[in-house]
């Protein structure tokens, strides 16, 4: 059978989209680690999959799977792609806010020149945590929608130099996370600038690998900065792009923006 599929990079993030309203595969699911393979698949951080609108105000739900086929609650860039997605390729007016559904969770887009900006709207669990024999200078911890703990680096430590792999695949894997954890590293560029700007790099669980941007990452560092330093806005670079957080005044809300570009388009065989 062939899949007809849309692939994105959202500030190096990349993701195979699929739109399951316009064709309709059985058992999908078994083969979405393989499509994400970069030697045998399309290659990608993981897959973003467009069905029927759960409810009248909504334009479509999205589910989103990580590399490794595994299911994931929330995907921030995933959810900024799929809202590209529908205002470039769906002929969706670009002044009109969509909405969309992700886990029972209704989400909401507005188009801004040229970039998308979602309002996450599950931001929860903010405490400090205590991880200091990792040899980091502070330790936080937030779900935006998935867990992540966010660590500060000492301005000593070039964030570059980082090896974000081993640190954050022993972290993601320490048995005081025991459904596991994303793992942010940010330093400080200018925190009083407005917005202040911080760098980042982010292992992803599910990915088990570092990625180019995360955009549930981002807002964890937005979330943190607003709880901990009342700053209520951000730009975080990452290495694939800059993603902006702003916080709201509902603690548990933020809004996040950045670039999207569709890269190619195409069809994946699927075998039994």
């Not at 959202?10 to 699911?29: C, M, T, W, Y």
């Not at 589910?63 to 995907?75: E, L, P, Q, S, V």
Request: hydrophobic share 40%; charged share 20%.
């Amino acid at each position: 059978m062939l899949l007809n599929f849309y692939k994105y990079s959202a500030a190096g993030n990349d993701f195979v989209l699929i739109d399951l309203r316009q064709q309709k595969v059985v058992s999908l699911e078994k083969h979405l680690a393989v499509i994400c393979q970069r030697q045998n698949g399309i290659g990608a951080d993981g897959v973003l999959l467009i069905e029927d609108a759960p409810h009248a105000n909504a334009q479509f739900k999205m589910r989103y799977y990580n590399a490794d086929g595994k299911a994931a609650a929330m995907c921030g860039n995933g959810a900024r792609t799929v809202a590209y997605y529908t205002y470039t390729e769906q002929d969706f007016s670009y002044d009109q806010e969509l909405c969309f559904q992700a886990w029972e969770q209704d989400y909401f887009a507005t188009w801004q020149q040229g970039q998308v900006q979602v309002l996450m709207t599950d931001c929860r669990e903010h405490n400090a945590i205590d991880l200091d024999d990792f040899g980091l200078k502070s330790s936080f911890f937030v779900n935006t929608g998935v867990p992540h703990a966010v660590f500060e680096v000492d301005s000593a430590m070039p964030l570059a130099k980082l090896d974000v792999k081993e640190i954050g695949s022993r972290i993601r894997h320490d048995p005081r996370f025991p459904e596991g954890s994303n793992v942010t590293f940010w330093q400080a560029v200018d925190l009083k600038a407005s917005p202040a700007v911080v760098t980042a790099r982010v292992y992803e669980r599910g990915v088990e690998d570092e990625t180019l941007s995360c955009g549930t990452g981002a807002m964890a560092i937005g979330q943190m900065l607003a709880f901990k330093a009342q700053i209520p806005q951000v730009q975080v670079q990452m290495p694939g792009g800059t993603l902006e957080v702003k916080v709201s005044a509902n603690p548990a809300q933020g809004f996040l923006r950045g670039p999207v570009r569709k890269i190619f388009t195409g069809q994946f065989i699927l075998e039994d």
